[in-house]
């Protein structure tokens, strides 16, 4: 499985950039719902409920909270704890292949996929609610070692 990155880099980055991002969006959302914007966050918490459930053994019956923007990050929680308890030595090996069984790999690599697909899919719908929020989502991407000084150069 050469095209499917390790678990640790998925979990990094579901609990990283994706959840910073996340974050980000539902604090935008936050007094400006618009059906639109909560359809697409019912949609973001279907996939994240999809990875949850790719990446662990058995379903869990608990379903969160009603309010989307809890759901969103109660989905979020959810979906990393179960990424972090796969199995990272096992992840991506298929078995053997006359059972013609699919590796957990492939599943929850895909879902991971839909998660990053509906995430910039509430994005441009949260362009026309909030037109900066480009900026905002890029806040905290570059830090100066060395801050520019105050006074002109020239």
């Given at each position: 499985m050469r095209h499917i990155p390790p678990i640790g880099w998925i979990s990094e980055k579901l609990d990283g950039d994706l959840r910073r991002r996340?974050?980000?969006?539902?604090?935008?959302?936050?007094?400006?719902m618009t059906p639109e914007a909560e359809n697409e966050l019912r949609a973001l918490c279907?996939?994240?409920?999809r990875v949850a459930?790719?990446?662990?053994?058995?379903?869990?019956?608990g379903h969160g909270p009603n309010d989307a923007l809890q759901k969103v990050r109660w989905s979020m929680?959810?979906?990393?704890?179960?990424?972090?308890?796969?199995?990272s030595a096992t992840?991506?090996?298929r078995a053997a292949f006359h059972h013609f069984e699919k590796s957990k790999a492939e599943g929850?690599?895909?879902a991971f996929l839909i998660v990053i697909d509906r995430i910039h899919r509430l994005t441009d719908v949260l362009r026309t609610i909030d037109p900066a929020i480009d900026e905002h989502l890029?806040?905290?991407?570059?830090?100066l070692t060395e801050p520019l000084r105050e006074e002109p150069i020239a």
């Amino acid at each position: 499985m050469r095209h499917i990155p390790p678990i640790g880099w998925i979990s990094e980055k579901l609990d990283g950039d994706l959840r910073r991002r996340v974050e980000k969006l539902c604090v935008a959302l936050e007094g400006r719902m618009t059906p639109e914007a909560e359809n697409e966050l019912r949609a973001l918490c279907r996939a994240l409920d999809r990875v949850a459930d790719a990446g662990k053994h058995i379903r869990s019956n608990g379903h969160g909270p009603n309010d989307a923007l809890q759901k969103v990050r109660w989905s979020m929680n959810h979906a990393v704890s179960c990424v972090r308890l796969v199995d990272s030595a096992t992840f991506g090996r298929r078995a053997a292949f006359h059972h013609f069984e699919k590796s957990k790999a492939e599943g929850l690599y895909g879902a991971f996929l839909i998660v990053i697909d509906r995430i910039h899919r509430l994005t441009d719908v949260l362009r026309t609610i909030d037109p900066a929020i480009d900026e905002h989502l890029c806040e905290g991407l570059v830090r100066l070692t060395e801050p520019l000084r105050e006074e002109p150069i020239a």
